[in-house]
């Protein structure tokens, strides 16, 4: 089983930061990537940041420019700093994770239970 906890979620003003951490735990093969969606009620999740263990990033349009994925692959661990927050941010973050289970060939999607971020206009 795989467990991922996310962390550094709050409120912040316009135009402020805020660093979410996510910690991977459990027994697996290999992880292909971790990265962050967000979610507004109401709508559908969608891809903030995702970075491969190979090192490739990927980026939302609204993400690029003021975010940052990085990960620790010796702690299991992906960040998001977000700078320059905008009251559009506002969401709940979710911490995914491509893991690769022992026994299995592909990698499955595990997510964190998700944590909220307001930007108050």
């Known amino acids: 089983q795989v467990h991922l906890v996310e962390s550094g979620g709050g409120l912040v003003v316009p135009g402020g930061s805020l660093r979410l951490s996510c910690v991977a735990s459990?027994?697996?093969?290999?992880?292909?990537?971790m990265g962050w969606y967000r979610q507004v009620l109401g709508k559908q999740r969608e891809l903030v940041a995702r970075l491969t263990t190979a090192g490739h990033t990927k980026y939302s349009d609204s993400a690029k420019g003021r975010f940052s994925v990085s990960r620790d692959n010796a702690r299991n661990t992906v960040y998001l700093q977000m700078n320059n927050l905008q009251p559009e941010d506002t969401a709940v973050y979710y911490c995914?994770?491509?893991?690769?289970?022992?026994?299995?060939?592909?990698?499955?999607?595990?997510w964190g239970q998700g944590t909220q971020v307001t930007v108050p206009s």
């Open positions: 995914n994770a491509e893991i690769v289970l022992v026994g299995e060939y592909s990698p499955s999607d595990f």
């Open positions: 459990g027994n697996w093969l290999a992880v292909h990537a």
